[in-house]
């Protein structure tokens, strides 16, 4: 999740910067720089913040693990506020036109707070939605013990109560990104888009903390179960793995987020520079979604994140059961692994084998697919088919990652709320019926929140981010009609 969020950072500075310098008519070289400028201040504002944690508020208890992260988060945006109004106020001009991305001959004339408020918005709604996905997420919450308490009648009421969950859980933030979208646009046209989207970034170095804390957890854990260390260390490490599985969703939600806005910010780059291609012929007015071909490309492009998530989550399927066979043999040909102390040792190599290969070999078909579709649809279809294509996998891509990375922290960590209940309390505690089937569950839920949710946001920012790039080939072939030359 580190290296998507890094991705998001940097697509969303140049979707700024590529906006700013192809629309922008006085004060054009401060508006195209303005969004490093906020880069800057978020990690100025983040280092200062980060002594709450070590030095004004140090955690004490295994209660407070999960409050400090959440502590940094939020006193990273407050910061950001007025810190960001600073610096529009003394980096920007007092006045500076825009050319619209939408309208011939239209000019917005823009002000500092302007600006401001746009990287605000984007800025408070990654909070926002950060909390909401530790809401979701977090065993200290209802949605969660919700779906712990359906393990009580079986695996299927388990599932069925995480899928719910994932789709409930895109509600909020949809409208929040909704609601980001429409007021950055309004006052500064897809320029104020592409600052939100730097916005939603701007604590990034925070947000990168929180994200990496819970990898070092699980493997800490990993680490004091393999060497064998008393029990106590590893409940120490398991308490403070839950609290990493919260801060990874609250990541994963800052990283979904982030993407539908760097996506959309990336479209307006892709429409402004088929704009200046084609000297306004094309994409003056906007992009008619009710053109057939356009409309056509929007349900196939809203397609896309299905069969990506289809495929990938099939890889991991097939990754399992290769594993689970080889484990099965190495059981079979060397029985005395399982006994309490093993003369024999594992086959380590082997499993690491099955996974790598795995890995590497089952991403080169989703990865063709996607970097193949828009490149295909541009050259043969023309830049019309593009626009709807990027819109449709947009909007279908935020909200399957959403869900999909929900439902599965709530399972895993639903089932570590069973794991530390008592074997005389109703959730029976590790090892009972309940907990086999908070097992499933996050079985199920690892492809869900590992794999397939997350790897979601780069199939949204890949097409835009292809599609900009390839702008110009597309307009080159039959001006912009494609090999076909639809109109």
Known sequence: MGSDLFGSFAEATCAALVIGSSIGLTGGWDAMV???????????????????????????TEAGVENALKLQLISTTVLMIPAVYGAAVGFLPPAFELKAAVGIDKTLTLSPWEAAVCVIMGAVGGLVIGLLTEYFTSHSYKPVREVANSCKTGAATNIIYGIALGYKSVIIPV???????????TLCD?????????????????????????????????IAEMAELDPAVREKTDALDA???TTAAIGKGFAIGSAA?????????????????SDDALFSLGVNMLEPLTFAFLIIGGMIPFAFAAMTMKSVGEAAMAMVMEVQRQFDEKPHLLDANPTERPDYDACIAISTKASLREMVPPGIM????????????????????????????????????????????????????????????????????????????????????????????????????????????????GVFNLS
């Open 34 to 60: 303005f969004p490093i400028i906020v880069s800057a201040v978020g990690i100025a504002v983040c280092l200062v913040c980060s002594f709450l944690a070590t030095h004004i508020l140090p955690v004490k």
């Open 175 to 185: 409208i929040v990104l909704a609601l980001v979208v429409y007021g950055s646009f």
């Open 190 to 222: 897809m320029y104020g888009v592409a600052l939100a989207a730097i916005g939603f970034l701007s604590n990034l170095a925070t947000g990168l903390t929180i994200d990496v804390y819970g990898p070092v957890c699980d493997n800490a854990g990993g």
């Open 243 to 245: 609290a990493g599985n």
């Open 261 to 277: 806005l760097v996506s959309l910010a990336l479209f307006g780059a892709f429409v402004t520079r088929i704009r200046h291609s």
């Open 370 to 481: 996607v970097m193949g579709t828009p490149l295909l649809t541009g050259i043969f279809f023309g830049v019309t088919a593009v626009s709807g294509l990027l819109v449709g996998s947009l909007i279908a891509s935020v909200q399957l990652a959403i869900s999909m990375s929900n439902s599965g922290g709530a399972w895993d960590n639903a089932k570590k709320y069973i794991e530390k209940a008592s074997p005389d309390s109703e959730l029976k505690g590790k090892g009972s019926d309940i907990h086999k089937a908070a097992v499933v569950g996050d079985t199920v839920g690892d492809p869900f929140k590992d794999t397939s949710g997350p790897a979601l946001n780069i199939v949204m920012k890949l097409m835009a981010v292809l599609s900009l790039v390839f702008a110009d080939t597309f307009y080159a072939v039959n001006a912009g009609r």
